[in-house]
């Protein structure tokens, strides 16, 4: 397997074959398992977060994710590309970095290798893990139980238990140093190992989140040294940089997928006019409207009556212009925070690979999505409404922060902090942060708190999908439209206009691959019902 990805292919062309894995430098292995990291798990057409935020109902294309079709082939490619790249060389750099007492190579690599797991878990439910990555010794690993991966039992080593490793590890004040320093390698976080730390234990803290509903009291009695230890603070984001080089292409995957003459992905309706609706400041950074301010257009599957530029195609539409040969000339795309394209200045214009910077950066696990997460556990594991406002109110004005960075990195304006002075009028962050804690305080029982908690997370992590998708599946909350057929308003999928059609029941977890089920003897050998939760999901 050749082990690069998209962004590095020049820079990272390292050749191991995950049958017969060779000696290879660590410096040359961890760059590419970052790369590939991001790729598999992005928001980009071979990347599973552009998948889940089609469930999610945030984004929709060609392939019908969005209204509920999948196959034993979707997933395919990132479940081999996380397999036979990101996590074989993870392996690697274990094995090697330990027999050469390279601990912070190693303590990174554990870090990685259970975060990517706690992903493909929380997506597939059970998994090949503990017989995995052996190369030739071992071609058909079982798949280990989804509870058993994360809490681990008598013969595996649970997720936890990785992260307590990978935490003494980088901990460790004996590290023999590398040429080329870890510092010009690490991708993610320049080797700096105090930021590896906060991500070690930040990750704790989400996987526990995500159990809490398994067994409250003792999910509380873990979380609570961690609420109080040193986790992700606003400068150290678990993420991967791009940047605008074309030669070699480091340019964020997913703005060269939509910025071309036919884009990939179309804009969710209620995503885009919920935003509207409370008239979010972040739109222009969202999305990116080639209809021109004050201009509208015709024969197009779905115009907003919000907002005459907003054109989109609707999963599993009925409408006659589902395919209309403009809809790329006018639909609404991607914009300048989630893969680097253009900031929406009203001006319109048809987007190329030339509009934007594409050098956002692919968010993996941030910090307010750390200060979210204490608002979750505050309410619902503490009851404490409370604490669990202060961290949403942080969370919310950490997550504008984030947007204006990426505004300024790109030269676009940013949103203001106190006054809006733009034209059209928008919310300043304030004014927005005051109506969401007024929402939280008006919310009448702790499951509308906790849905004015997660759409704000919801909207805020535009652009990881894997988390939204989890967090939906874990609490119901924030309440999405789906169409008719797949609605079930107790679970959280309201109905929509009517107007659209699904090609089966909103999924719980994703088809495996098929080629794993009939090669693998050890596999299930046939698929799970995709209405089968996984454990977390009580």
């Not at 079709?69 to 970095?97: H, K």
């Not at 460790?172 to 190992?193: F, R």
């Not at 070699?248 to 703005?255: V, W």
């Not at 959280?492 to 089920?517: E, K």
């Amino acid at each position: 397997m050749l082990a690069v990805a998209p962004g590095c292919k020049d820079f990272y062309d390292v050749n191991v074959d995950p049958l017969s894995p060779v000696s290879v430098n660590l410096y040359s292995l961890l760059p590419v398992t970052q790369v590939s990291m991001a790729e598999n798990l992005g928001d980009n057409i071979g990347g599973l977060s552009q998948y889940t935020m089609a469930l999610m109902q945030q984004l929709y294309n060609t392939r019908n994710i969005g209204n509920f079709q999948q196959t034993g082939d979707s997933f395919t490619g990132p479940w081999a590309g996380l397999y036979r790249s990101t996590l074989v060389n993870n392996e690697l750099i274990i094995t090697q970095g330990s027999q050469e007492s390279r601990w912070d190579y190693v303590g990174i690599a554990q870090l990685q290798k259970a975060y990517v797991y706690s992903q493909m878990v929380d997506l597939w439910g059970d998994i090949p893990y503990s017989e995995a990555l052996q190369g030739s010794i071992n071609t058909t690993p079982r798949f280990d139980k989804d509870e058993d991966i994360y809490n681990g039992n008598g013969s595996i080593q649970g997720l936890f238990s990785l992260i307590d490793e990978g935490l003494a590890n980088v901990a460790k004040t004996t590290i023999i140093p590398t040429k080329p320093a870890l510092a010009t390698v690490d991708l993610i976080y320049k080797g700096d190992l105090s930021k590896w730390a906060r991500f070690g234990r930040t990750l704790k803290l989400k996987l526990y989140n995500q159990l809490r509903l398994t067994n409250p009291a003792a999910v509380q009695g873990q979380v609570g040294p961690l609420l109080s230890a040193q986790l992700m603070e606003e400068t150290g984001d678990f993420e991967l940089a791009y940047s605008s080089a074309v030669n070699p292409d480091n340019r964020n995957p997913g703005y060269v997928n939509d910025y071309t003459s036919s884009p990939e992905n179309k804009i969710g309706r209620y995503f885009y006019e919920g935003m509207v609706t409370l008239r979010d400041p972040r739109l222009p950074y969202y999305f990116f409207n080639q209809i021109a301010r004050g201009n509208s257009t015709i024969n197009q599957d779905y115009i907003s009556s919000l907002d005459p530029r907003f054109v989109t195609v609707r999963p599993g539409t009925t409408s006659q212009f589902a395919n209309s040969a403009s809809a790329a000339e006018f639909q609404t795309v991607q914009g300048l925070y989630p893969v680097g394209g253009r900031f929406d200045d009203g001006l319109g214009g048809r987007v190329n690979a030339t509009s934007g910077k594409a050098s956002a950066p692919q968010r993996l696990l941030t910090y307010y999505s750390r200060r979210f997460i204490e608002a979750e556990l505050q309410l619902t594991v503490y009851n404490n409404p409370t604490a669990a406002r202060a961290a949403l109110e942080e969370a919310v004005k950490a997550a504008f922060r984030k947007v204006n960075a990426i505004a300024r990195a790109d030269g676009s304006p940013a949103i203001q902090d106190t006054l809006s002075t733009r034209t059209p009028k928008i919310p300043s962050i304030a004014e927005y942060t005051a109506s969401v804690i007024n929402r939280y305080n008006t919310a009448a029982t702790t499951e509308d708190k906790l849905e004015v908690i997660m759409y704000e997370k919801y909207v805020a992590s535009y652009g990881y999908g894997v988390d939204i998708y989890t967090d939906f599946r874990r609490t119901g909350h924030p309440r999405i439209r789906v169409t008719t057929q797949a609605s079930n308003p107790s679970a959280g999928l309201l109905p929509d206009d009517g107007s659209t059609q699904a090609n089966g029941p909103f999924p719980l977890r994703l088809l495996y691959p098929i080629n794993d089920l009939t090669l693998n003897l050890n596999s299930p050998r046939t698929q799970r019902d995709v209405t089968s939760p996984i454990f977390w999901d009580k």
